[in-house]
């Protein structure tokens, strides 16, 4: 018999596989410069295009909705990648198949992973699931240095090492396919929502919608872009980056909109981890290219950073350790501009190896801790898959499209060198800052909402506690004290003025015992609210039962005395005029919109038109103190009688907005 601990090492392994598969995705055989920090420019599609840009929205949105299949979803993924792979190391020649399969391959294992962490955080895990989100982002970071400055020298051996990462990716997923072959019902969110719930729906019509973004902005030419800023074509054509940069802008308004449409936290957490994504791009390359010939040092580098950034992750102090990285990483790019005298590409020329590493460690642990210190925020509400994977994507794409705008010199067109970005460090420098800043104010505001809920928690448990142990006090005392109580209320005067006395203070200690026993003055609060429950359970006596609810129904404390009064009026009419021998039956309901509470006695009845004649003759207890009660509060007096068989008076208020 096998742990839930061990299952839970299981599942990560098995996200860890699929962190190998994302790897090998971001390091491609023939790429000039790594997929991961490159800037694409404005996207246009043609042929064949229009299908590869196409299949990864289809693929992703696909994913997102079978999130409990996870480990088929990285099976899939690993498939998908190994013809890209193989191809290379064969004789195999079907270019736009690759090319199909690898576009598809990159989403399904970012989902994959991410949905692995997802159920490891709702199973109990947030170590562990914190970690896997981690190293979803840092395990691309690596990526990324496998292929390094891939324009300045390539690697012959970059196919065996990704063969070797498939295998042993299918090797630690193959435990998981086998113990979730039914499925992780935890990796697909609350489980108190359906799968179809508009929580969940919300967060899959909003990647989709994102990813789905790419398309019209493929549409948006250079006449077009033109036209929308009133200037020349010519001027367009001059300073391409201006294009680029509208598509960035367009591409970050929308991705806003659609992150805040899922929801406060998600948007918080995908502004975060976007910015500490656009903040690397420009550190990755001045590091890549100043380790371009020391390889093993380059993927060692990133790999000790992913590593710290996972470990701060997996920690307690995941936030603070969060914002320390990424403050640490943008303390050392402002070193680093200001040690080159504003010009950082000489650390690329000169080769410097060491500052190389620094950085590449550095900003590698900040991106990763950053990414995985959001996961428990957003894992109880079922948001990592679609908001750390597609949408965060997306404003990372328009982030670095839109700031791409301010890598200029003073005459407004960019240093004709690939390196251009790298003068501008103190701009990635900001946004490592901006990050921290970000990931720290989420972690104090999930604090303060986790006190919060706790707090409630525990009121409510103490309010709980209470009422049982007033519900198992008040049986014996009802059946002994309170009768006696009552008898020496009722016989009492008929033993002179002394019984008189000892009536009256024995109707007072009955008063005050009911209420202690209820708890009426330990839980209402005057002046703003109180606990109808508790003022009605202490009209209960000897002929008067009282059903309500377990739970205090809170509401102002005008409503509960309006309330409470007309429900005496009524307990006084049936005293009054139900005979001497008639019992009443109070029952309190707590609907969704509003209070019922019914007055019930089994007393002689009236005729039907006997409360308007008694209102025409001036007696107006039933219509002031309560139809009158009532009204005011917006609600409704309804009241049945029938000679002989008692009468039922109804009221119900509606609940305050």
Request: charged share 15%; aromatic share 6%; net charge neutral.
């Amino acid at each position: 018999m096998i742990d839930a601990m061990t299952w839970r090492w299981w599942g990560f392994a098995a996200g860890f596989g699929g962190c190998l598969f994302l790897a090998v995705a971001t390091s491609p055989v023939y790429a000039q410069v790594s997929p991961f920090i490159a800037t694409r420019g404005a996207p246009e599609f043609h042929g064949r295009g229009w299908l590869l840009a196409l299949a990864p929205i289809v693929v992703t949105v696909a994913g997102l909705c079978l999130l409990r299949w996870w480990p088929y979803l990285l099976l899939v993924a690993g498939l998908l990648g190994s013809p890209f792979v193989l191809g290379p190391l064969t004789t195999m020649a079907h270019p736009t198949l690759l090319s199909l399969a690898h576009a598809c391959a990159y989403p399904l294992a970012v989902v994959g992973v991410l949905a692995s962490a997802q159920g490891l955080l709702s199973n109990g895990s947030p170590g562990l699931g914190a970690a896997l989100v981690g190293l979803a982002f840092g395990s691309r970071l690596f990526g990324s240095a496998i292929v390094g400055a891939g324009w300045l020298r390539g690697d012959l051996t970059r196919p065996a090492w990704h063969a070797g990462m498939i295998v042993a990716g299918f090797a630690l997923l193959a435990p998981a396919v086998w113990r979730f072959r039914r499925g992780d019902p935890m990796a697909a969110g609350p489980p108190d929502t359906s799968p179809w719930h508009w929580r969940r729906l919300r967060l899959v019509i909003a990647a989709g919608l994102a990813l789905s973004l790419v398309l019209p902005l493929s549409l948006l030419t250079t006449d077009r872009i033109a036209g929308l800023l009133d200037v020349s074509r010519s001027a367009v054509y001059r300073h391409p980056l201006v294009a680029v940069a509208v598509a960035g802008a367009i591409t970050l308004a929308v991705g806003l909109c659609l992150a805040a449409a899922t929801g406060l936290w998600s948007l918080s957490a995908a502004i975060a981890v976007a910015t500490a994504q656009v903040a690397v791009a420009t550190p990755l390359l001045l590091a890549y290219s100043a380790l371009a010939f020391v390889g093993p040092l380059r993927w060692l580098g990133a790999l000790t950073g992913a590593a710290i950034g996972a470990a701060a992750a997996s920690s307690r102090w995941r936030i603070p350790a969060a914002a320390t990285l990424a403050a640490a990483a943008a303390t050392a790019l402002f070193i680093a501009h200001a040690a080159t005298t504003g010009q950082p590409a000489k650390l690329a020329d000169q080769h410097s190896v060491v500052p190389g590493v620094l950085l590449l460690v550095l900003v590698t642990a900040a991106g990763t801790a950053v990414a995985g210190a959001t996961a428990p925020v957003l894992a109880p509400r079922g948001a990592i898959p679609a908001v750390l994977g597609p949408l965060v994507g997306v404003l990372a794409a328009g982030g670095l499209q839109t700031v791409q705008v301010t890598y200029v010199r003073e005459n407004g067109l960019p240093e004709s060198s690939y390196l251009n970005p790298v003068s501008h460090l103190t701009t990635s420098a900001v946004l490592l800052l901006a990050a921290g800043a970000a990931i720290g104010g989420i972690g104090v505001a999930h604090h303060i909402a986790e006190r919060w809920a706790e707090r409630k928690r525990a009121e409510l448990i103490r309010q709980e506690a209470a009422a049982a142990e007033r519900d198992r006090l008040a049986r014996p005392i009802h059946d002994g004290v309170l009768q006696v109580l009552a008898l020496v209320q009722r016989q009492g005067p008929e033993l002179g003025a002394t019984g008189t006395q000892l009536a009256t203070l024995a109707g007072e200690q009955e008063v005050a015992l009911r209420t202690l026993l209820t708890g009426g003055a330990a839980v209402a609060r005057p002046g703003v609210e109180a606990d109808l429950r508790s003022a009605l359970s202490a009209l209960a006596s000897t002929v008067v039962e009282v059903s309500a609810p377990a739970e205090p129904i809170v509401l102002p404390a005008h409503v509960v005395t309006e309330l409470t009064a007309a429900v005496e009026a009524a307990l006084d009419n049936v005293r009054r005029h139900a005979g001497p021998t008639a019992r009443a039956w109070l029952l309190v309901e707590h609907e969704p919109d509003g209070v019922r509470v019914t007055v019930r006695d089994d007393g002689v009845g009236f005729e039907p038109e006997r409360p308007s004649e008694a209102a025409e003759a001036g007696r107006l207890g039933v219509a002031q103190s309560m139809r009158g009660r009532i009204a005011d509060l917006g609600g409704t007096t309804t009241i049945h009688s029938t000679p002989t068989e008692g009468t039922e008076v109804e009221f119900w208020v509606p609940l305050p907005k």
